[in-house]
């Protein structure tokens, strides 16, 4: 789905907040960013998530998939923490914060949200019932809680252990390149770099390949493994949903600030969405040279 300029920018101009030039030229540039990144084939057809949506994936590939996504989702970390550091403003590293020490078990703390009873504390961290909402501020820590360990439960099941998931060393060339490339752009020491490459993740997120991921697995697990859990995949499609939103008015904000470089972060963006088909490409061509072993 292309980017719309938001209504707001109007009541901007209407404020003399920016000017009627400025305006035009922020559309302008939402019109470059609908050409140059929306477009990019990871956005638009991501083959991957397409054919795994039919849930005709066996359990093989479902492992194999499940391993290439553990090394992602511990390798981010790494360049998540780079984001921290490499933040333009203190509260550029606490958002950066919020979504690493979210990713390593703080639970989001909701303030004036009654918090749900959890008579079994067996459960606290289970994605299946912490919030998506909220902040770290004041959350609560729970070693359950970290991403990796829902998926280390969903690796259970398939029969991998804690030593068969998560590491370099699992990792394909595609899945590494992928990785690498997010510390590289995303947790890149240029502002403008790393924001374009932010835009490009969260777009991608946004793009809706977390439901066909949900769809696929579902799928598998009706069709051979009841007690695989999908709350890892549930829990980042709900959080996504909300997100999506959020992300014109982002890049408005950005947009307008004085250090803002529209090359520098077209190309942190474009890049960063090459690393990301990457990542896919390899799941991909795995399926597929599996299918005529
Ligand atoms: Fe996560």
Same mark, same amino acid.
């Given at each position: 789905?292309?980017?719309?300029?938001?209504?707001?920018?109007?009541?901007?101009?209407?404020?003399?907040?920016?000017?009627?030039?400025?305006?035009?030229?922020?559309?302008?540039?939402?019109? =470059?960013?609908?050409?140059?990144?929306?477009?990019?084939?990871?956005?638009?057809?991501?083959?991957?998530? &397409?054919?795994?949506?039919?849930?005709?994936?066996?359990?093989?590939?479902?492992?194999?998939?499940?391993?290439?996504?553990?090394?992602?989702?511990?390798?981010?970390?790494?360049?998540?923490?780079?984001?921290?550091?490499?933040?333009?403003?203190?509260?550029?590293?606490?958002?950066?914060?919020?979504?690493?020490?979210?990713?390593?078990?703080?639970?989001?703390?909701?303030?004036?949200?009654?918090?749900?009873?959890?008579?079994?504390?067996?459960?606290?961290? /289970?994605?299946?019932?912490?919030?998506?909402?909220?902040?770290?501020?004041?959350?609560?820590?729970?070693?359950?809680?970290?991403?990796?360990?829902?998926?280390?439960?969903?690796?259970?099941?398939?029969?991998?252990?804690?030593?068969?998931?998560?590491?370099?060393?699992?990792? =394909?060339?595609?899945?590494?390149?992928?990785? /690498?490339?997010?510390?590289?752009?995303?947790?890149?020491? /240029?502002?403008?770099?790393?924001?374009?490459?932010?835009?490009?993740?969260?777009?991608?997120?946004?793009?809706?390949?977390?439901?066909?991921?949900?769809?696929?697995?579902?799928?598998?697990?009706?069709? &051979?493994?009841?007690?695989?859990?999908?709350?890892?995949?549930?829990?980042?499609?709900?959080?996504?949903?909300?997100?999506?939103?959020?992300?014109?008015?982002?890049?408005?904000?950005?947009?307008?600030?004085?250090?803002?470089?529209?090359?520098?972060?077209?190309?942190?963006?474009?890049?960063?969405? /090459?690393?990301?088909?990457?990542?896919?490409?390899?799941?991909?061509?795995?399926?597929?040279?599996?299918?005529?072993?």
């Amino acid at each position: 789905m292309p980017l719309k300029v938001s209504d707001q920018i109007r009541t901007r101009v209407a404020s003399g907040e920016i000017t009627a030039a400025e305006a035009d030229r922020f559309g302008a540039f939402v019109a =470059t960013c609908n050409r140059d990144l929306m477009t990019h084939p990871v956005i638009t057809n991501n083959r991957f998530c &397409e054919w795994f949506a039919r849930g005709e994936a066996d359990r093989d590939i479902v492992r194999h998939f499940v391993v290439q996504f553990s090394v992602f989702s511990n390798l981010f970390l790494i360049a998540q923490l780079q984001k921290c550091i490499n933040a333009g403003s203190l509260e550029g590293m606490r958002a950066s914060k919020e979504i690493l020490a979210n990713e390593i078990g703080v639970i989001f703390n909701k303030p004036g949200a009654a918090s749900k009873a959890v008579s079994d504390t067996d459960r606290e961290g /289970d994605p299946a019932i912490v919030s998506t909402e909220g902040t770290v501020d004041g959350g609560t820590f729970r070693f359950a809680a970290a991403h990796f360990e829902w998926l280390l439960r969903m690796g259970e099941v398939l029969d991998l252990g804690f030593n068969d998931m998560g590491k370099r060393r699992h990792g =394909t060339p595609s899945t590494l390149f992928f990785c /690498d490339q997010l510390s590289a752009i995303y947790g890149s020491d /240029d502002p403008n770099t790393a924001e374009g490459a932010s835009f490009a993740v969260e777009n991608w997120a946004a793009a809706g390949f977390w439901k066909q991921l949900v769809a696929g697995l579902d799928a598998f697990k009706k069709r &051979e493994c009841p007690q695989l859990p999908l709350a890892f995949f549930t829990w980042h499609d709900r959080i996504e949903e909300q997100h999506a939103g959020h992300v014109m008015d982002e890049l408005e904000e950005l947009y307008f600030t004085p250090d803002f470089d529209e090359a520098k972060f077209l190309d942190g963006g474009r890049r960063m969405l /090459d690393g990301v088909q990457a990542f896919w490409t390899g799941l991909n061509e795995h399926r597929i040279a599996a299918a005529y072993s």
